[in-house]
């Protein structure tokens, strides 16, 4: 009932920005809380941000926590994730994912999942 699709990677240099946008169809879209994950070569997939539903309540790792904003409109159906001032450590694949709780940060516990966009980070 939920489909996620992700755009906005590209390459850039350290200390540029990024906009993330992750469009959402399905009729449950304004309950799902939702979410940002990011996975790099040869590591797990490792949690970036969520968001409550309402777009009220946000959640952080100290690894981007004042450097990544997470946001939405629902009237578009779609979540955004502001990256600035990024790091050559912030290349990954990043993915949008739709849960029923806020806040959680393990992977395994989101029911849908976007395909991916590429985000990399020259030094």
């Known amino acids: 009932q939920v489909q996620l699709v992700e755009s906005g990677g590209g390459l850039v240099q350290a200390g540029g920005s990024l906009r993330l946008s992750c469009a959402a169809s399905?009729?449950?879209?304004?309950?799902?809380?939702m979410a940002w994950f990011r996975q790099a070569p040869g590591k797990e997939r490792e949690f970036v941000a969520a968001i409550s539903w309402s777009g009220g309540n946000t959640y952080y790792p100290d690894s981007v926590k004042g450097r990544f904003t997470i946001s939405k409109d629902n009237a578009k159906m779609t979540v955004y994730l502001q990256m600035n001032s990024l790091k050559p450590e912030d290349t990954a694949v990043y993915y949008c994912a739709a849960g029923r709780t806020f806040p959680v940060v393990d992977a395994a516990r989101y029911d849908y999942w976007g395909q991916g966009t590429q985000v990399t980070v020259s030094s």
């Open positions: 399905g009729r449950t879209f304004r309950t799902n809380p």
